[in-house]
């Protein structure tokens, strides 16, 4: 099966970089995608790896290195608004599922 | 990236009935997929739904419980049969939509929050 680790909780004020990690534990691998997730809101897609290497989407990068099975979504500049969980999610297996991870609830301080 | 609607947005029921949860895309999609997320849970994967063919459900998820329709490429329903309190869930449907570089990655609706008492 597939399992993924992200830490549960980040907090950080505004202005600063935050990064958040994930590793994971698959078979099939495809890619990693991260999504955020206000409360009350649906998940919105972020970013998605199938390479190695760093991602840069305005303020939000995510990296991946598929031979440690590891990434990261880095945030910068943070935000008030930024304040969400974040989930990291790998593509993985013949039917090309999608697992997520528990998700880390960011909390960004004025 | 498609654009989602799910019907109901929230929802109450009672224990015992079922609720159908329709998932409308704007565009022709093959595989629509439909999740749970329990309160200040992950994201579970229920089953996938390919049009013509009968849903493929995860571990822990039956068809009698969670029967799902898929008429057509643009539309699909979810039921929560016989519910209980532990029903009680954010149900999303996504469907997978380009990045514009040859890959692909799943997009979701807005999610019905059900609440069953």
């Known amino acids: 099966g597939q399992s993924l680790e992200q830490p549960s909780e980040v907090t950080a004020v505004e202005g600063a970089i935050v990064q958040i990690n994930c590793t994971y534990q698959?078979?099939?691998?495809?890619?990693l995608s991260w999504y955020q997730q206000h409360d009350g809101g649906a998940p919105t897609f972020l970013s998605y790896n199938a390479l190695d290497g760093l991602e840069e989407t305005g303020r939000f990068s995510s990296f991946l290195s598929r031979s440690d099975s590891y990434g990261y979504l880095l945030l910068q500049e943070l935000q008030m608004k930024d304040s969400a969980s974040y989930f990291c999610a790998v593509y993985s297996g013949s039917a090309r599922q999608l697992t997520f991870g528990s998700g880390t609830q960011l909390t960004v301080l004025p | 990236s498609a654009v989602i609607s799910q019907k109901p947005s929230r929802d109450i029921c009672q224990r015992g009935t079922s609720l159908t949860i329709q998932c409308q895309v704007d565009s022709q999609v093959t595989m629509m997929f439909w999740y749970r997320q329990q309160p200040g849970q992950s994201l579970t994967l229920i089953a996938t739904a390919n049009q013509g063919s009968e849903a493929t459900y995860e571990s822990g998820f039956v068809i009698d419980k969670f029967p799902i329709s898929r008429p057509n490429l643009t539309f699909s329903t979810l039921t929560v049969s016989n519910m209980s309190p532990e029903d009680s869930s954010i149900y999303l449907c996504?469907?997978?939509?380009?990045?514009?570089?040859?890959?692909?990655?799943?997009?979701f609706g807005p999610g019905t929050r059900l609440l069953v008492l």
């Open positions: 996504s469907v997978e939509g380009s990045l514009g570089t040859g890959e692909e990655t799943q997009y």
């Open positions: 698959t078979s099939g691998f495809y890619g």
